[in-house]
């Protein structure tokens, strides 16, 4: 799988939630922190944080 866009952590930080798509997004990103490479895993890993986090 592919590393999640920087777009979307810049939309994340900004808003403190995933872009609004229906949980595509949110359902890639937590099948990416299983991925055996470890890059893709940490990307989406520290996404789906800081979605978690809030809005700033």
Not at 3 to 9: C, E, K, N, R, S
Not at 35 to 53: F, I
Request: hydrophobic content about 35%.
């Amino acid at each position: 799988m592919e590393a999640p866009a920087p777009g979307a952590f810049r939309w994340a930080e900004a808003t403190g939630s995933l872009p609004p798509d229906n949980g595509r997004t949110g359902d890639r990103l937590t099948a990416l922190t299983e991925d055996a490479s470890t890059r893709p895993r940490q990307a989406a890993t520290r996404l789906l944080g800081v979605a978690d986090s809030g809005p700033p």
